[in-house]
């Protein structure tokens, strides 16, 4: 689907949408509220989905590893801060 056809859906289905996004976090808005919701939510998920795109050859694989080393996964007993 073109981006030209991404903000010429029907109101209906982006309005459904943003209900039950709405529903799931227990607030309620007002009727104008929610057209305007409605009617900005597919420039905002093409943002959204611009966030994960990474372009990539066909030959490399994602690098989705993070291994973070915590300081306290280390313990020390000061003798390499030249504290001695």
């Known amino acids: 689907m073109s981006e030209?056809?991404?903000l010429v859906q029907p109101m209906g289905r982006n309005e459904?949408?943003?209900r039950g996004f709405l529903?799931?976090?227990?607030l309620s808005l007002s009727a104008e509220e929610v057209a305007e919701f409605?009617?900005?939510l597919p420039v905002h998920r093409r943002a959204v989905d611009a966030?994960?795109?990474?372009?990539m050859d066909k030959e490399e694989e994602p690098?989705?590893?993070?291994?973070p080393?915590?300081?306290?996964?280390?313990?020390t007993n000061?003798?390499?801060?030249?504290?001695?």
């Open 4 to 6: 030209a056809a991404d």
């Open 16 to 18: 459904q949408l943003v």
């Open 23 to 26: 529903a799931v976090t227990g």
């Open 38 to 40: 409605a009617r900005a």
């Open 51 to 55: 966030l994960y795109f990474v372009p």
């Open 63 to 67: 690098q989705m590893i993070f291994s």
């Open 69 to 75: 080393v915590h300081e306290l996964s280390h313990p």
């Open 78 to 84: 000061g003798s390499d801060r030249g504290d001695a």
